[in-house]
Protein backbone atom coordinates (compact mmCIF):
# COMPACT_ATOMS: atom_id res chain seq x y z
CA UNK A 1 0.00 0.00 0.00
CA UNK A 2 2.60 2.46 0.86
CA UNK A 3 4.71 1.69 -2.69
CA UNK A 4 1.36 2.11 -4.23
CA UNK A 5 0.89 5.47 -2.60
CA UNK A 6 4.55 6.45 -3.63
CA UNK A 7 3.68 5.72 -6.76
CA UNK A 8 0.61 7.89 -6.99
CA UNK A 9 1.97 11.00 -5.27
CA UNK A 10 4.78 10.78 -7.31
CA UNK A 11 2.60 11.09 -11.26
CA UNK A 12 0.53 13.93 -8.76
CA UNK A 13 3.37 15.62 -8.37
CA UNK A 14 4.50 15.27 -12.11
CA UNK A 15 1.04 16.44 -13.28
CA UNK A 16 1.32 19.28 -11.60
CA UNK A 17 4.60 20.18 -12.78
CA UNK A 18 3.38 19.81 -16.09
CA UNK A 19 0.09 21.59 -15.41
CA UNK A 20 2.23 24.30 -14.00
CA UNK A 21 4.41 24.46 -17.06
CA UNK A 22 1.42 24.44 -19.42
CA UNK A 23 -0.48 27.39 -17.66
CA UNK A 24 3.52 28.87 -17.70
CA UNK A 25 4.18 28.68 -21.12
CA UNK A 26 0.22 29.73 -22.05
CA UNK A 27 0.51 32.88 -19.99
CA UNK A 28 4.33 33.50 -21.46
CA UNK A 29 2.00 33.45 -25.40
CA UNK A 30 -0.68 35.47 -24.09
CA UNK A 31 1.70 38.15 -22.90
CA UNK A 32 3.67 37.98 -26.13
CA UNK A 33 0.52 38.80 -28.33
CA UNK A 34 -0.66 42.26 -25.66
CA UNK A 35 1.86 45.29 -26.78
CA UNK A 36 3.67 46.49 -24.52
CA UNK A 37 2.36 49.25 -22.28
CA UNK A 38 5.22 51.41 -24.40
CA UNK A 39 4.08 50.75 -27.78
CA UNK A 40 0.47 51.29 -26.85
CA UNK A 41 1.13 54.38 -25.59
CA UNK A 42 2.59 55.65 -28.99
CA UNK A 43 0.16 54.08 -31.00
CA UNK A 44 -2.32 56.13 -28.70
CA UNK A 45 -0.57 59.32 -28.27
CA UNK A 46 1.70 59.70 -31.90
CA UNK A 47 3.98 62.21 -32.05
CA UNK A 48 2.30 65.87 -32.90
CA UNK A 49 5.14 66.72 -35.59
CA UNK A 50 4.45 63.65 -37.45
CA UNK A 51 0.70 64.14 -37.67
CA UNK A 52 1.35 67.40 -39.08
CA UNK A 53 3.74 66.07 -42.07
CA UNK A 54 1.30 62.89 -42.94
CA UNK A 55 -1.41 65.78 -43.30
CA UNK A 56 0.71 68.38 -44.75
CA UNK A 57 1.53 65.30 -47.51
CA UNK A 58 -2.13 64.28 -47.60
CA UNK A 59 -2.69 67.44 -48.54
CA UNK A 60 -0.33 67.96 -51.49
CA UNK A 61 -1.38 65.03 -52.51
CA UNK A 62 -5.39 65.03 -52.84
CA UNK A 63 -6.65 66.59 -55.65
CA UNK A 64 -10.22 67.07 -57.03
CA UNK A 65 -11.52 68.47 -60.10
CA UNK A 66 -13.21 71.60 -58.78
CA UNK A 67 -9.29 72.38 -57.25
CA UNK A 68 -7.93 72.01 -60.76
CA UNK A 69 -10.25 74.65 -62.03
CA UNK A 70 -9.58 77.61 -58.94
CA UNK A 71 -5.72 76.70 -59.79
CA UNK A 72 -6.79 78.10 -62.98
CA UNK A 73 -9.21 80.38 -62.06
CA UNK A 74 -6.86 82.04 -59.51
CA UNK A 75 -4.04 81.93 -62.14
CA UNK A 76 -6.14 83.77 -65.08
CA UNK A 77 -6.74 86.49 -61.70
CA UNK A 78 -2.91 86.70 -61.29
CA UNK A 79 -2.21 87.52 -64.82
CA UNK A 80 -4.89 89.79 -65.34
CA UNK A 81 -3.73 91.50 -62.54
CA UNK A 82 -0.43 91.90 -64.03
CA UNK A 83 -1.76 93.52 -67.84
CA UNK A 84 -3.70 96.27 -65.52
CA UNK A 85 -0.47 98.42 -65.59
CA UNK A 86 -0.12 98.43 -68.93
CA UNK A 87 -3.53 99.82 -69.26
CA UNK A 88 -3.02 102.45 -66.62
CA UNK A 89 -0.45 103.37 -67.95
CA UNK A 90 -1.84 103.45 -71.35
CA UNK A 91 -4.79 105.97 -70.36
CA UNK A 92 -2.67 108.60 -68.56
CA UNK A 93 0.26 108.70 -71.23
CA UNK A 94 0.11 109.85 -74.41
CA UNK A 95 3.00 107.81 -76.10
CA UNK A 96 2.45 106.02 -78.82
CA UNK A 97 4.41 103.25 -78.76
CA UNK A 98 2.90 102.68 -75.04
CA UNK A 99 -0.75 103.01 -76.91
CA UNK A 100 0.99 100.15 -79.83
CA UNK A 101 2.27 97.62 -77.11
CA UNK A 102 -1.43 97.92 -74.73
CA UNK A 103 -3.13 97.26 -78.00
CA UNK A 104 -1.34 94.53 -78.96
CA UNK A 105 -0.16 92.67 -76.11
CA UNK A 106 -2.17 94.24 -73.04
CA UNK A 107 -5.38 93.65 -74.13
CA UNK A 108 -4.84 90.37 -75.39
CA UNK A 109 -3.38 89.66 -71.99
CA UNK A 110 -6.81 91.52 -70.57
CA UNK A 111 -9.17 89.95 -72.43
CA UNK A 112 -7.81 86.57 -72.55
CA UNK A 113 -7.58 86.13 -68.67
CA UNK A 114 -10.88 87.70 -68.58
CA UNK A 115 -12.44 85.11 -70.41
CA UNK A 116 -9.86 82.64 -68.73
CA UNK A 117 -12.14 83.68 -65.52
CA UNK A 118 -15.48 83.49 -67.30
CA UNK A 119 -15.04 79.53 -68.71
CA UNK A 120 -13.53 78.40 -65.15
CA UNK A 121 -16.24 79.78 -63.13
CA UNK A 122 -18.64 77.95 -65.15
CA UNK A 123 -16.55 74.66 -64.71
CA UNK A 124 -17.02 75.32 -61.64
CA UNK A 125 -20.16 75.41 -61.52
CA UNK A 126 -20.96 72.21 -63.62
CA UNK A 127 -18.63 70.41 -61.41
CA UNK A 128 -20.67 71.27 -58.09
CA UNK A 129 -23.94 70.77 -60.31
CA UNK A 130 -22.60 67.07 -60.87
CA UNK A 131 -21.68 66.29 -57.29
CA UNK A 132 -24.92 67.45 -55.99
CA UNK A 133 -27.54 66.30 -58.64
CA UNK A 134 -25.71 63.34 -59.73
CA UNK A 135 -24.28 62.20 -56.95
CA UNK A 136 -24.61 58.41 -57.18
CA UNK A 137 -23.53 58.57 -60.91
CA UNK A 138 -19.40 57.99 -61.52
CA UNK A 139 -19.13 60.90 -64.10
CA UNK A 140 -15.21 61.18 -65.95
CA UNK A 141 -16.72 65.08 -66.32
CA UNK A 142 -15.13 64.98 -62.29
CA UNK A 143 -11.84 63.37 -62.66
CA UNK A 144 -8.92 65.08 -62.54
CA UNK A 145 -7.39 63.67 -65.62
CA UNK A 146 -10.70 65.21 -67.30
CA UNK A 147 -9.85 68.87 -65.36
CA UNK A 148 -7.03 68.90 -66.75
CA UNK A 149 -7.55 68.15 -69.97
CA UNK A 150 -10.30 70.69 -70.03
CA UNK A 151 -8.06 73.50 -68.59
CA UNK A 152 -5.70 72.74 -70.96
CA UNK A 153 -7.81 73.16 -74.05
CA UNK A 154 -9.71 75.89 -72.29
CA UNK A 155 -6.31 77.94 -72.31
CA UNK A 156 -4.88 76.39 -76.05
CA UNK A 157 -8.15 77.78 -77.36
CA UNK A 158 -8.39 81.38 -75.72
CA UNK A 159 -4.57 81.58 -76.53
CA UNK A 160 -4.94 80.92 -80.41
CA UNK A 161 -7.94 83.27 -80.54
CA UNK A 162 -6.07 85.95 -79.56
CA UNK A 163 -3.29 85.11 -81.88
CA UNK A 164 -5.62 85.84 -84.63
CA UNK A 165 -5.90 89.56 -82.99
CA UNK A 166 -2.52 89.86 -81.87
CA UNK A 167 -0.57 88.95 -85.57
CA UNK A 168 -2.37 91.04 -87.67
CA UNK A 169 -2.49 93.88 -85.47
CA UNK A 170 1.46 93.83 -85.27
CA UNK A 171 2.07 93.78 -88.72
CA UNK A 172 0.52 96.49 -89.48
CA UNK A 173 0.58 99.24 -86.14
CA UNK A 174 3.78 100.06 -86.50
CA UNK A 175 3.23 101.83 -89.79
CA UNK A 176 0.65 103.73 -88.10
CA UNK A 177 1.10 107.74 -88.04
CA UNK A 178 -1.95 109.02 -86.06
CA UNK A 179 -1.37 111.14 -82.83
CA UNK A 180 -2.60 109.19 -79.80
CA UNK A 181 -4.80 111.75 -78.21
CA UNK A 182 -7.65 110.98 -80.19
CA UNK A 183 -7.31 107.26 -81.38
CA UNK A 184 -8.45 104.18 -79.54
CA UNK A 185 -7.11 100.76 -80.57
CA UNK A 186 -9.78 99.91 -82.72
CA UNK A 187 -8.56 102.79 -85.42
CA UNK A 188 -5.45 101.51 -85.47
CA UNK A 189 -6.72 98.45 -87.57
CA UNK A 190 -7.29 98.46 -91.15
CA UNK A 191 -10.93 97.61 -92.24
CA UNK A 192 -10.36 93.85 -92.85
CA UNK A 193 -8.69 93.77 -89.97
CA UNK A 194 -11.42 95.67 -88.24
CA UNK A 195 -13.75 92.88 -89.46
CA UNK A 196 -11.99 90.27 -87.88
CA UNK A 197 -11.91 92.01 -84.89
CA UNK A 198 -15.82 92.91 -84.84
CA UNK A 199 -16.03 89.39 -85.62
CA UNK A 200 -14.04 88.02 -82.65
CA UNK A 201 -16.33 90.10 -80.44
CA UNK A 202 -19.02 88.25 -81.82
CA UNK A 203 -17.44 85.01 -80.47
CA UNK A 204 -16.55 86.63 -76.94
CA UNK A 205 -20.91 87.46 -76.85
CA UNK A 206 -21.76 84.20 -78.00
CA UNK A 207 -19.55 82.45 -75.73
CA UNK A 208 -20.34 84.54 -72.83
CA UNK A 209 -24.12 84.45 -73.39
CA UNK A 210 -23.81 80.68 -73.23
CA UNK A 211 -21.82 80.45 -70.25
CA UNK A 212 -24.41 83.22 -68.66
CA UNK A 213 -27.79 80.99 -69.59
CA UNK A 214 -25.43 77.37 -68.70
CA UNK A 215 -24.52 78.99 -65.20
CA UNK A 216 -28.78 80.04 -64.76
CA UNK A 217 -29.65 76.44 -65.60
CA UNK A 218 -27.50 74.97 -63.46
CA UNK A 219 -28.39 77.08 -60.58
CA UNK A 220 -32.14 76.58 -60.99
CA UNK A 221 -31.34 72.95 -61.71
CA UNK A 222 -29.42 72.31 -58.54
CA UNK A 223 -31.91 74.55 -56.36
CA UNK A 224 -34.85 72.28 -57.93
CA UNK A 225 -32.84 68.99 -56.72
CA UNK A 226 -32.23 70.51 -53.36
CA UNK A 227 -35.63 71.57 -52.55
CA UNK A 228 -37.10 68.06 -53.42
CA UNK A 229 -34.22 66.66 -51.11
CA UNK A 230 -35.37 68.61 -48.18
CA UNK A 231 -38.65 67.35 -48.03
CA UNK A 232 -37.70 63.50 -47.85
CA UNK A 233 -38.19 62.33 -44.46
CA UNK A 234 -33.78 61.24 -44.58
CA UNK A 235 -32.30 64.76 -45.07
CA UNK A 236 -33.80 66.34 -42.49
CA UNK A 237 -30.80 66.64 -40.53
CA UNK A 238 -29.10 67.95 -43.49
CA UNK A 239 -30.89 70.76 -43.86
CA UNK A 240 -27.79 73.20 -43.43
CA UNK A 241 -25.78 71.46 -45.66
CA UNK A 242 -28.54 71.79 -48.47
CA UNK A 243 -28.83 75.01 -47.62
CA UNK A 244 -25.01 75.79 -47.96
CA UNK A 245 -24.91 74.20 -51.43
CA UNK A 246 -27.63 76.39 -52.60
CA UNK A 247 -25.95 79.61 -51.30
CA UNK A 248 -22.72 78.69 -52.90
CA UNK A 249 -24.10 78.77 -56.28
CA UNK A 250 -26.09 81.63 -55.71
CA UNK A 251 -22.84 83.52 -55.00
CA UNK A 252 -20.79 81.85 -57.65
CA UNK A 253 -23.84 83.14 -59.91
CA UNK A 254 -24.11 87.09 -58.33
CA UNK A 255 -20.31 87.01 -58.58
CA UNK A 256 -20.63 86.00 -62.31
CA UNK A 257 -23.64 88.41 -63.05
CA UNK A 258 -22.26 91.82 -61.32
CA UNK A 259 -18.68 91.73 -62.53
CA UNK A 260 -19.17 90.33 -66.56
CA UNK A 261 -23.05 90.83 -67.48
CA UNK A 262 -22.59 94.80 -67.69
CA UNK A 263 -19.85 94.96 -69.81
CA UNK A 264 -20.95 92.37 -72.49
CA UNK A 265 -24.40 94.74 -72.66
CA UNK A 266 -22.25 97.74 -73.34
CA UNK A 267 -19.64 95.92 -75.39
CA UNK A 268 -21.38 95.32 -78.25
CA UNK A 269 -22.82 98.41 -79.11
CA UNK A 270 -19.74 99.62 -78.70
CA UNK A 271 -18.25 97.94 -81.05
CA UNK A 272 -20.93 98.43 -84.12
CA UNK A 273 -21.61 102.53 -83.27
CA UNK A 274 -20.39 105.09 -85.63
CA UNK A 275 -21.82 107.94 -84.79
CA UNK A 276 -18.71 110.22 -82.84
CA UNK A 277 -20.79 111.27 -80.30
CA UNK A 278 -22.10 108.04 -79.20
CA UNK A 279 -18.65 106.27 -79.49
CA UNK A 280 -17.40 108.75 -76.91
CA UNK A 281 -20.41 108.20 -74.58
CA UNK A 282 -20.00 104.15 -74.60
CA UNK A 283 -16.34 104.39 -74.43
CA UNK A 284 -16.74 105.98 -70.88
CA UNK A 285 -19.51 102.96 -70.39
CA UNK A 286 -17.20 100.70 -71.34
CA UNK A 287 -14.17 101.93 -69.10
CA UNK A 288 -16.71 101.62 -66.06
CA UNK A 289 -17.94 98.09 -66.82
CA UNK A 290 -14.23 97.40 -67.19
CA UNK A 291 -13.94 98.35 -63.72
CA UNK A 292 -16.78 95.97 -62.88
CA UNK A 293 -15.23 93.19 -64.46
CA UNK A 294 -11.99 93.99 -62.78
CA UNK A 295 -13.28 93.18 -59.41
CA UNK A 296 -14.07 89.68 -60.37
CA UNK A 297 -10.38 89.45 -58.81
CA UNK A 298 -11.58 90.75 -55.26
CA UNK A 299 -14.79 88.78 -55.20
CA UNK A 300 -12.61 85.09 -56.55
CA UNK A 301 -11.07 84.99 -52.46
CA UNK A 302 -14.42 84.13 -51.47
CA UNK A 303 -15.37 81.48 -54.55
CA UNK A 304 -11.63 79.94 -53.46
CA UNK A 305 -13.12 80.00 -49.73
CA UNK A 306 -16.56 78.26 -50.24
CA UNK A 307 -15.57 76.15 -52.68
CA UNK A 308 -12.16 74.59 -51.89
CA UNK A 309 -11.63 72.85 -48.17
CA UNK A 310 -7.92 73.14 -48.59
CA UNK A 311 -8.26 77.08 -48.53
CA UNK A 312 -10.61 77.17 -45.75
CA UNK A 313 -7.66 74.83 -43.81
CA UNK A 314 -5.07 77.04 -44.37
CA UNK A 315 -7.05 79.86 -43.32
CA UNK A 316 -8.06 77.70 -40.25
CA UNK A 317 -11.58 77.70 -40.91
CA UNK A 318 -11.94 73.83 -41.40
CA UNK A 319 -14.34 72.25 -39.51
CA UNK A 320 -12.25 70.70 -36.39
CA UNK A 321 -12.38 66.63 -36.17
CA UNK A 322 -11.67 64.37 -33.65
Known sequence: MSIHKEVVNKKDKQLDQSAKGSLVTRQFQMESTIPSTTSLNNTINPNKTNITEALCEFRERVQSSVTIYLKNLAAADFFLCLSLPLRIANNVTFSMTLRIIYCSFGATAFYLNMYASILFMDFIAANRYLKIVRSL????????????????????????????YLIPFLQISWDHNQSPEDISCESLLSSQHSLAYKIIHCVSIVLFMFVLLSLVFLYWKTLQKLRKAQFSTQAISNSKTFNK???????????????????????????????????????????????LSVLNVCFDPLIYLIFCKTFRAQLGLGKKKK
Open 245 to 291: SKRNMLILVVIFCVCFVPYHLVRLPYVFISDCTMVQAFSILKELTVL
Open 137 to 164: ETNALQTVRTAHLISIATWFSLVTMGSI
